[in-house]
């Protein structure tokens, strides 16, 4: 069978026979070999024997959630090519001709545009349409460097076995982003089609929740890209600390009115370490996720642990605190020197701050290399 037509449903009677008349119709008309499959995510309300009557076939879900339904009909698919759409009528069924065509052309994801294709009136709530839509979208493009300019359009085709091959692992609406992103890291050919988008036939509210789904649709952009949750951060932070460090390590400086003098050092310390911190985060997560297959290998990854390993990071984390051990100790012999007594803040605490921070830099430099050994790297 050459295409599957996939709608996931949960209590979608008053919409759900419209849009399998549309589909199958669109199927005869083009004498395409296909189905409609109707992922069911435990409706109530007879949607399932509407959807039996109407010709299709149906699939029941017990695992609740967006994702859940359309993962499940994914794999029980009988189509070479699955395009996927809500059994709210809001899709056009009856013009699947542009996904088909760009499917046979070799693309192993086709996307729909709503902006390109035209959204009617009262199609989509001004929020999602001048907000979360671009604002996701722009997100999206940016951390991934995918080509798709409507991320949560619903209406999209695909290779079935490509996008089986991605372990798709989210059940909620973020799963629209996770099959993006993923067919984006590893490089699949994807591309997008205009598609228009028109207000549902539902009288009920839409299962969508703005706010809370739009947030899963954000943290999970967040988690899949450690350099700009952790990594990017991370550098600038210990930038900018560096960089207030070295200006005023060797004594106070004047901006203007405002003088910088310890707490300005202080705070700069703090930033390195933040930094630092954040930046070993991002290889702690990258090299879990790509463990974990939840993102590809990443070759650059793979080369710099051909030079860094467990020896390394201890030899450059004992190296760290040994300076820092110094500097802490020529404060300690200047406060013996002073019989244990007062001294001038402002000239000790220009050692010891630095002191402190390469202390705890190698500390947990040295932590850290044990930690990605025990995370598995380097791989043999």
Known sequence: MELTILMPCLNEAETLEVCIHKAKTWLEQNKVDGEVLIADNGSTDGSQAIAEKAGARVVPVSLKGYGAALGKGIQEAKGRYVIMGDADDSYDFSNLGPFVEKLREGYQLVMGNRFRGGIMPGAMPPLHRYLGNPVLTTIGKAFFKSPCGDFHCGLRGFNREAILALDLRTTG??????????????????????????????????????????????????????????LFPGITCMIVGLAMAAVIIAGPVKVGTVSLSLHSLITAAALVLLGYQSILFAIFTKVFAIQHHLLPEDPRLNSMFEYIYLEVGLVVGLVMVAIGIAACSTVYFTWQSHAFGSLNVEETMRVFIPGMTCIIVGVQTIFASFFLSILGLPQR
Do not use: C, Q
């Open 173 to 230: 609406m973020e799963f629209a982003s996770e099959m993006i992103v993923k067919a984006t890291l590893n490089k699949l050919r994807v591309t997008e089609v205009p598609t228009t988008l028109k207000k549902d036939g539902r009288s009920r509210p839409p299962h969508l929740r703005s706010w809370r789904d739009g947030w899963r649709h954000l943290r999970f952009l967040l988690m899949y890209s450690p350099r700009w949750l952790f």
